[in-house]
């Protein structure tokens, strides 16, 4: 990731700290993540529709079950 910085350093004896926001989920192998290790059960909003959540489970059955070697 890469951003600009403002010009000036911080005031002596202060530390400037970023904070990173996302509009998603992180699915990494923290220990603190649930299910890190696995692409499943994928992260959702629980304001689905069950039209949309019949949809997103469509799709996920045609989409994240295949398997390609060598790649």
């Given at each position: 990731m890469q951003f600009r910085d403002v010009d000036a350093p911080p005031?002596?004896?202060?530390?400037r700290r970023y904070v990173l926001k996302t509009v998603g989920w992180c699915?990494?192998?923290d220990h603190y993540?649930?299910?890190g290790e696995t692409l499943t059960p994928l992260p959702t909003h629980d304001d689905l529709t069950q039209q949309?959540?019949?949809r997103r489970e469509q799709l996920h059955r045609?989409?994240?079950t295949r398997y390609r070697s060598g790649h």
């Open positions: 005031p002596v004896g202060w530390t699915k990494d192998m993540t649930q299910h949309q959540q019949t045609e989409f994240n």
